[in-house]
């Protein structure tokens, strides 16, 4: 992972962070040995139900920050599956301009697996084994399970 994308991270897990505190849920940091292993940043209290969250920072798409597309990982840097494919972790947040937006990670793995990898773009890095595909924000709006607000 780029040092960039590391802090850019932490800072929006800190974020997230601080929203749930101002909102009032119960919101627990992971362990290290869960953060790495099975992708989950945070456990969160939504809804009466506790959930296994992984947060998604902003990412840059032709080197400008954007919240329009959102990268899914398929495959991880050692080319081994990526965070979709992590059966503890129950939800997705992406961060965007305004919000936090939170999505079932079983449902957008079945989306893609009904739509068909085929259809989506691709993207790789030169220096690992990572796959990842975009998908735009718009096409996922009727699977936003909760969102929270900056």
């Known amino acids: 992972m780029l040092k960039s994308s590391k802090i850019q991270g932490d800072a929006s897990e800190k974020l997230f962070y601080n929203l749930c505190k101002r909102d009032k849920y119960e919101i627990t940091k ?6 790495r292993y ?18 998604k920072s902003v990412k840059r798409l032709y080197g400008k920050y954007q919240d329009e597309k959102y990268y899914i990982e398929i495959k991880n840097n050692s080319g081994n599956p990526g965070w979709l494919y992590a059966p503890q972790l129950d939800v997705l947040c992406f961060e965007t301009f305004e919000n936090f937006k939170l ?31 975009l998908i735009s924000r718009e096409e996922l709006n009727d699977l936003v399970f909760y969102t929270i607000y900056k």
């Open 38 to 55: 099975k992708h989950i940043d945070f456990f969160v209290e939504i809804n009466n139900e506790i959930l296994s969250l992984d947060v």
């Open 30 to 35: 992971s362990t290290i040995e869960e953060d």
């Open 103 to 133: 999505y079932k990670r079983d449902e957008i793995l079945k989306y893609i697996s009904l739509k068909g990898m085929k259809n989506f773009k691709t993207m790789s890095r030169n220096k690992d084994k990572s796959l990842c595909i």
